[in-house]
């Protein structure tokens, strides 16, 4: 004989097989992850590296960058800061200004704010609309420099 007695729970009738808070709960844990998958993919933080952007962000600034969800994406205004994709190196994030937009072609004109010391549309042209990675809407660091965007800039120095 086993020195211990192994009991189990008894269930009665159609308890277990009705849907209840159980359900419930795992129903808004699958909606979470959904919603934070979608969310991953449309929210990305960047950091500001170099002075191509001086004034209106300097290097060490922490941006929040922000896609909508979905394959057509609204077209970026003239004014609005932007993540793109460097067409030399596309795993690389370059975060500028829009300058111009021609719907008509498909693309989008970037510059820096320092353009001396800035590399966008002027050396590589304009970009695809594709390679418009999402807006810059939020400076979440460093402290004392966070706060919303828009950022005011010179985008319209040639």
């Given at each position: 004989?086993?020195?211990?007695?192994?009991?189990?729970?008894?269930?009665h009738g159609?308890?277990?097989?009705?849907?209840?808070?159980?359900?419930?709960?795992?129903l808004?844990g699958?909606a979470?992850?959904?919603?934070?998958?979608?969310?991953?993919?449309c929210v990305?933080?960047?950091?500001?590296?170099?002075?191509?952007?001086?004034p209106?962000?300097r290097?060490?600034?922490r941006?929040?960058?922000v896609?909508?969800?979905?394959?057509t994406?609204?077209?970026?205004?003239?004014g609005?800061v932007?993540?793109?994709?460097?067409?030399?190196?596309?795993s690389r994030i370059?975060?500028?200004r829009?300058s111009?937009?021609?719907?008509r072609?498909g693309?989008?004109?970037?510059?820096?704010?320092?353009?001396?010391?800035?590399?966008?549309?002027r050396?590589?042209?304009p970009?695809a609309?594709?390679?418009?990675?999402?807006?810059?809407?939020?400076?979440y660091?460093?402290?004392?420099?966070?706060?919303?965007g828009?950022?005011p800039?010179?985008?319209?120095?040639?």
């Open positions: 004989m086993l020195p211990y007695r192994l009991t189990l729970p008894r269930f159609s308890r277990t097989c009705r849907p209840g808070r159980g359900a419930g709960v795992a808004v699958v979470a992850l959904t919603g934070a998958g979608v969310l991953w993919r990305r933080r960047v950091q500001v590296v170099g002075p191509s952007m001086e209106a962000l290097a060490g600034d941006l929040v960058v896609r909508r969800p979905g394959r994406q609204p077209w970026p205004r003239p609005d932007v993540a793109v994709r460097d067409p030399r190196l596309p370059l975060i500028k829009v111009a937009v021609d719907r072609q693309t989008v004109d970037v510059r820096g704010d320092a353009p001396d010391a800035s590399t966008d549309s050396d590589f042209g970009l609309r594709s390679a418009v990675v999402g807006r810059a809407v939020y400076r660091g460093p402290a004392g420099r966070n706060g919303p828009p950022w800039g010179e985008y319209h120095r040639r």
